[in-house]
């Protein structure tokens, strides 16, 4: 392979240029050869450089990587078919070459979850490589240290105080306010306007100012360059999303001192700030604030990019805009439908099955602190450990027919803890956000059905071709500038009387 490479970069270039010079061709052919070894002593010694030690544990290592970035371009692109490729080679457990100089163990079976609950299992890596953006949050934190944070800020996530708090009513102004400028407007960009409403959302439940939010907006897009691993670049972009941190930890702490002041836990934002330990104390000032911080981070990627999948497919399919069109009919408090535990809507179907078709956060990493036993084998100390959550949403014993969007698999809530769930982790790291993401994306699906009702409009896509496919890294997303747009609904007969609800088929 390497010598292939560097026979097409070296040879192919030295005959145009034998071609333009009008070189003999033995002096081109002679210094095409040379040029052709070089290259590929040079290229062989970057690919050893960048693949690492021999593999550990006695794991194979998946054929088919490329040289420097082994299998980054096919995690980029097709993240879920390298995960089966893998399995169906190796079996559940192999290493695969995830860029230059990093290794990681894919562990592809259901029981792989068990490694989440081991106590060997660290997330602090990621302060080593994301510091600017992790480093002193609960992504980064592990054993007591975890515990003691986040017993303190837990209690504001369960479902009942999510219902008492100002969340639903956020949730539901922000989307209709969005909703009714779509009506407005010829057509939008779906991907861009999710993101923008999720950040919205999270702004104002940490208690931003509507008037402020375009200039927490700014900030938070530079903070995102802090994204970009420390260890390999920390340069003038680090230092400039650095500056964006640094301008958002000063207001937040400003609102986390004026809630303190207050007293006030009646919004999450305000549960947050003024959290308590098991001794009874406040949370560290810095503790509350790079954890509402990381809120932001972890609480917008995660239903923008679920709610625009559910929106697309939404768009593609008339039975879907008919069974979600007859639910909300007769349906006066949306929000409080949203959040009933003991209803289960076809919206929340909806978005639950974009969540497991493309799960934002497709894989769950962690770092073997001490060796850890699965199915028999031992992964070594020092492991990175990927567990592929796509690839586990589409396990076909658990899921028929994986490939397809299906609302209807979802006959009832799943019970966290499970793989239906894993979307949003597992163990003691198991997403705190995961309550309102599923209300969020409920609430969504909802008002934009009650949009369509009311207004007598079908939604459908600009181009009208079949659903986009997504790219994995560095998140699942679908991709941007997908323009969708309202149109009456003569076209189609979602509003007439009597018609059947068929099971949604594959578009």
Known sequence: MVARVASRLSLGGFRQMHAQRHAPADHAQSL?????????????????????????????????????????????????????????????NFYIEAGPGVRQLMCTAPTALQVLKHSAASTSFYAEGFSALLEGTLFALDGDEHRGVRQAITP?????????????????????????????????????ETREIALEIIFRILGVPPVH?????????????????????????????????????????????????????????????NARGEDGRLLERDAAVRNLRVLVFAGHETTASAIAWSTLHLASSNELQQRAVAEVQGM????????????????????????????????VIRRARGPIDLDGATIPENTLVNIPIVHLLREPARFPNPGRFDADRWIERPRPGTVETAMFGGGPHFCLGYHIAITEG????????????????????????????????????????????????????????????????DQ
């Open 32 to 92: 095409a050869a040379a040029v052709r070894r070089v290259t590929t002593r040079s290229l062989q010694k970057l690919a050893s450089r960048t693949s690492g030690p021999e593999p550990a544990g006695g794991f194979p290592v998946l054929e088919g990587g490329l040289p420097v970035i082994g299998h980054l371009y096919e995690m980029y692109r097709s993240f879920p078919e390298l995960c089966a490729r893998g399995a169906a080679a190796h079996g559940p």
């Open 156 to 192: 504001p996530f369960t479902p009942q105080r999510v219902r008492r708090s100002d969340v639903v009513s956020i949730v539901v102004d922000a989307h209709r306010r969005r909703i009714d400028s779509w009506l407005r407007r010829r057509e939008f960009d779906v991907v861009t």
């Open 213 to 273: 939010l375009p200039q927490w907006e700014r900030q938070y897009n530079r903070y995102l360059v802090a994204g970009l691993p420390a260890n390999v670049l920390k340069g003038p972009l680090y230092w400039y999303a650095i500056r964006a941190r640094t301008w958002i930890d000063e207001h937040l702490g400003a609102m986390v001192d004026e809630l303190r002041a207050s007293g006030d836990g009646s919004t999450l934002a305000g549960a947050m700030a």
């Open 332 to 363: 006066d408090d949306l929000g409080a439908v949203a959040t009933d535990g003991a209803r289960f809507t076809f919206a929340e179907a909806m978005f639950r099955e974009a969540l497991r078709l493309y799960p934002p956060v497709h894989s």
């Open 442 to 505: 409920t609430l969504f699906n909802l008002l934009l059905a009650r949009a369509l009702h009311r207004n007598k409009l079908v939604l459908e896509r600009v181009d009208d071709g079949p659903v986009p496919t997504p790219t994995y890294l560095p998140l699942t997303h679908p991709p941007r500038n997908t323009m969708m747009r309202f149109v009456p609904s003569s076209r189609n007969d979602f509003h007439s009387e009597g018609f059947e609800h068929a099971r949604y088929a």
